[in-house]
């Protein structure tokens, strides 16, 4: 029994917050990035009719359900989602309803015995990809999540207190601006650890 709530282990704070994390990695669409491949191939059909086994939904909810459900940490592009929907409605796992002009799918009573059938490969790839993710963001990695939350933490929070005239502003935005060219100088360098860190 799905429960539409599930946020499937994915939730708030796993491992760090991921959702916000996860959005500054692509601030700037440079370093790293959510993994374009969090699946094998052939299993993101079982996510899929997971979701649909919630709720019906048109492929743009999918690409966006699997996206929240995942903590942010994956985004499934169009070019996957849509073509796994057609096999999985030629295999009569699901069925498209013309809603409005787009395309809802449901699953079929076949695709919930399917999905019963394979219901441990499916804890299966789910343990996976948190164990992917914990690995990635553990280590320096996690490390470098903890500063940078504590430096949003510092930076936005007194900024909104501030509002938007104090003249304090200027010169965190100048500290700020400095910062990210003495870690891009690092990153460029390869010497992580030696670069000097400057006088503020």
Excluded at 31 to 46: A, C, I, W, Y
Excluded at 62 to 70: D, N, P, S
Aim: proline content about 5%; hydrophobic content about 35%; overall charge neutral.
């Amino acid at each position: 029994m799905c429960n539409p709530r599930d946020d499937w282990g994915f939730g708030p704070g796993f491992p760090f917050g991921g959702r916000w994390w996860a959005g500054a990695w692509q601030a700037r669409g440079r370093g790293p990035r959510r993994r374009s491949q969090m699946f094998e191939s052939g299993e993101v059909k079982f996510v899929i009719l997971r979701l649909l086994k919630e709720k019906p939904r048109h492929g743009y909810e999918v690409i966006k359900a699997l996206e929240e459900k995942l903590g942010g940490y994956y985004t499934p592009s169009a070019g996957t989602v849509y073509p796994t929907l057609q096999l999985l409605e030629d295999e009569g796992y699901v069925r498209a309803i013309d809603t409005e002009g787009k395309k809802v799918y449901h699953i079929t009573p076949e695709g919930e015995r399917y999905l019963e059938e394979h219901r441990d490969l499916l804890e299966e790839i789910l343990d996976r990809v948190r164990e992917t993710v914990r690995d990635f963001t553990g280590g320096g990695i996690g490390e470098l999540q903890g500063a940078f939350v504590h430096l949003a933490g510092v930076t936005f929070k007194r900024a909104w207190r501030r509002g938007p005239e104090d003249p304090a502003l200027k010169r965190v935005a100048q500290i700020l601006r400095k910062a990210a060219d003495e870690i891009e100088a690092t990153w460029n360098s390869g010497a992580a650890g030696q670069g000097g860190s400057g006088a503020a």
